[in-house]
């Protein structure tokens, strides 16, 4: 079962139920009947602030009911993993695209270890781009806590953060017995970090879904690390399409024009 994390009710006319299940995150108050939820069974429901999708993530590795074998994994109520084709006529032609087919997901785990979103390239390296986004400072705490907890993925974390690619969005699908590896390393590091990050400092909601974002490069150290195969695919957003090339040469022009007014 692939597990779809939301946060709010929302259209949920795309997701083929037959393979995916909703799963509702955080603040369950006002959550539809069908909806899994988070704060069930085992769970830090109370940490989604933060947490954001982990808490998710930690249900399903505490409380899913699929066998080591089993397909499983994560996608959002507004992402999910299509193929190249259908992404290229949403973003150009404004078509809905298809989830990416079950059975070639299961084609696809037969050769490979996990399936990513497409990996985004940029010019500065993890730590800089993250940096510029975040609190960096929080970026050493956690290069900390690695070497505290598991010094055998310090070379790794040091190699992904010099890199000048990432995975966004915390999603993966995989076997579950993968899965769980994943979970047992990662919120080992997370709840060590958890004991060095003072909260309070952050300002505002966004940049407080510090553990969120920093997991988000922590996966791409654990793959690194565990040499796994992988398969990329693009995520579309059913609420903002791509933008295109020509739109990015037209927001540049028009950047360039306004400069040049003043």
């Not at 507004?78 to 084609?107: Q, S, V």
Request: proline fraction near 2%.
């Amino acid at each position: 079962m692939i597990y779809v994390i939301t946060h709010k009710k929302f259209n949920d006319e795309i997701v083929d139920r037959k393979h995916y299940q909703i799963l509702h995150v955080g603040m369950n108050d006002d959550c539809k009947s069908d909806y899994l939820r988070d704060d069930s069974g085992e769970n830090i429901a109370s940490k989604n602030r933060s947490y954001c999708e982990l808490t998710g993530l930690y249900w399903i590795w505490k409380n899913g009911k699929e066998n080591p074998d089993d397909l499983t994994g994560l996608v959002h109520y507004r992402r999910y993993f299509t193929t190249e084709k259908e992404d290229i006529l949403y973003t150009y032609f404004h078509l809905m695209p298809k989830l990416l087919d079950y059975k070639k997901i299961e084609l696809d785990l037969m050769n490979v270890d996990a399936i990513l979103p497409k990996h985004v390239s940029i010019m500065r390296t993890v730590r800089e781009f993250y940096s510029d986004l975040h609190v960096g400072e929080d970026l050493d705490l956690t290069r900390v806590s690695i070497k505290e907890v598991c010094p055998e993925y310090l070379d790794a974390f040091d190699e992904v953060m010099n890199e000048h690619y990432f995975y966004f969005a915390n999603m993966i699908i995989c076997k579950k017995y993968i899965l769980d590896s994943y979970c047992e390393w990662l919120f080992k590091v997370i709840e060590h970090l958890e004991k060095k990050i003072d909260l309070s400092k952050y300002k505002d909601e966004y940049q407080a879904r510090v553990f969120g974002f920093i997991s988000e490069r922590l996966l791409q150290v654990w793959v690194h690390k565990k040499k796994l195969s992988i398969k990329e695919y693009p995520v579309f957003n059913t609420e903002e399409r791509r933008i295109t090339i020509f739109r990015k040469n037209m927001n540049r022009i028009e950047n360039l024009m306004n400069r040049t007014r003043l």
